[in-house]
């Protein structure tokens, strides 16, 4: 009876921690949408620098997708579009790394048919598709604050590498 006891405990610690990260991303969530004036709010913030592309996911979304930070060359980059369901033209099955909650979030590692691929998605968002090539990963499907400002920023440092 003890050791169902501290099982049952040990789950609702485990519950605990995740309404506390949940809590965290939607009230952040919700004060950059406030500030933005608008219902949108990014996930992670891109950077060009140094002939690179970096991708550096905010606050508890470094922890839901076990990365601080990916990098590749812009050489690498061959594509950059926005996508407003990733997850019908790039079907990813397979979690190998990160948070997947269904019907709300993809964030992570994942492969599937296309190959390797790395996610920080909330479902019903728009996300942009950035393709790669040479790099270890296929592709990345990232939800951003401007897309528009996001692809064109990419899409202009890639044809000047």
């Known amino acids: 009876m003890q050791a169902l006891g501290g099982v049952l405990i040990g789950v609702g610690a485990a519950v605990g921690v995740l309404a506390i990260v949940w809590w965290g991303i ?3 969530r919700r004060a950059r949408s406030d500030a933005a004036g608008s219902d949108a709010a990014g996930l992670a913030d891109v950077i060009i620098e140094d002939g690179r592309l970096i991708v ?12 601080t930070r990916i990098v590749a ?3 690498q980059v061959v594509g950059c579009r926005a996508d407003p369901d990733p997850r019908s033209s790039h079907p990813a099955n397979l979690r190998v790394g990160g948070t997947g909650l269904p019907g709300r979030v993809r964030a992570g590692y994942m492969v ?13 968002g ?5 393709e790669l090539d040479g790099n270890r990963l296929a592709y990345l499907v990232i939800e951003v604050d401007d897309p528009g400002r996001t692809i064109e920023m990419i899409r202009r440092a890639a044809a000047t590498r």
């Not at 599937?112 to 019903?124: E, Q, T």
């Not at 728009?126 to 950035?130: F, P, R």
């Open 73 to 75: 060359s812009l050489n």
């Open 26 to 28: 939607n009230s952040a």
């Open 112 to 124: 599937g048919a296309d190959g390797p691929s790395w996610w920080l998605y909330r479902y019903g």
């Open 56 to 67: 550096v996911p905010r606050g508890p979304w470094k922890v839901l997708s076990l990365t």
């Open 126 to 130: 728009s996300a942009i598709v950035i």
